[in-house]
């Protein structure tokens, strides 16, 4: 079957010559066209890749969401990545994922994990749709029946954050992550307070120290009124020095934290061994990470106690899987990172991860809206605080694109906010 639009290309099955494996094709089944799919339809742009093949009706999805720089992981996926995969048979995962990761020579990074990983899972959606099984089962099959998630508590001042976690509590939560604002804008995960510092060069700025006098308070207040029995977490969102960590670990400490979230900034990885060393809290890293390489140094040498990862910014299900059997091995469990700006494709190929790995430790949650569901018929529902995947073949979760299409995305969303995270004299901070 030859392919046509952007995708087609030299040979007469559509495909690179160079591209094919010097091996057997077992069957007729050939990858027909590869494109991505933008939609935002709570605001964040999501981006998901569609693998059609020559089988009528058979198709994977896969998600390559990186919402700061989606444009960039659109085109690599329709102008760069999905032409290596036109004539492949869809099978190929681990050939297909390898040729994609060492064609652009320079490798690794957000945009281009992003671009594979949206192949690789779509390819392993189409693996699951064959096998008329859920993609847990490919792996394994169940470690648990479902999985415990934690849901975000935040506000502009304690109480309110204390009553936001009061209500997730009465949904069925038991373990949540709270944030709280303070004076000035740059505050991470709660909203802040305009003009918090009126005799400063940046009245709206965020102060280091008045952030690690703020964080045991609102701690503190928790334990007081939610108790012992819920599981309390927090992310410091890479604004500290691993000095300043250790201070916020040990203050945090009388207050048993599950997990203490992205404590320093990913150019100085290399001294969260020391960090977590001196840490009474167990220390959860790996969003940020953007190759497969600085996975294994942050598990193999010993800087982390949970692995945060975007799963798609490393390159999807098959990288993810040699890394949760290498923490596994290690004594490292997971955490992954899955806020909104996951698309629900994301969300199901985590799932798989964490059902059949006996290294799952936490998994982040999201509620989405109702157009998300509308756009991504199966989106996975949270019930009683937890999440189960689909026992439908492949991800169970699909993409209806005309609704997507009435959903655009909008640049710079990300942008407007982080240029603003300064302190109150005016030096830049990690957003």
Known sequence: M??????????????????????HRQ?????TAV????????GLPL?????????????????ATFTQRYAAVAAAVDEHVGPLVVGRNPADIEDITRLVHYSSYWRGGPVLGNALSGIDQALWDIAGKRAGMPVYELLGGRSRAAVEVYSHAAGTTVQETLEQAETLLDQGYRHIRLQVGGPGLGTYGAPGTRGGYPRSPHPDGWDTAQYLRATPRLFEAARARLGEDVSLMHDVHSRLTPKQAVVLARALEPYALSFLEDVIAPEFYDRLPEVR?????????GEQIGNVTDAVRLIRDGGIDLLRLHTSAIGGLTPTRKLVALAELLGVRTAFHSPGDISPVGVAANLAVDVSTPAFGYQESH????ATHEVFPGTPVVRDGYLAPSDAPGWGVDLDERAAARYPPVKFLHERWSAGVRHPDGGLDAP
Do not use: F, Q
Not at 277 to 285: D, L
């Open 27 to 31: 069957d007729g089944l050939r990858v």
């Open 2 to 23: 030859t392919a046509t639009g952007p995708n087609a290309l030299l040979d007469g099955e559509g495909g690179l010559p160079e591209a094919r494996p010097p091996w």
């Open 277 to 285: 060393a001196a840490s009474p809290v167990p220390i959860a890293v």
């Open 35 to 42: 494109r991505a799919v933008v939609t935002a339809p709570e």
């Open 367 to 370: 509620t989405y809206n109702e």
């Open 47 to 63: 981006v998901v890749v569609r693998v059609d093949t020559s089988e009528p009706g058979l198709y994977g999805l896969g998600c």
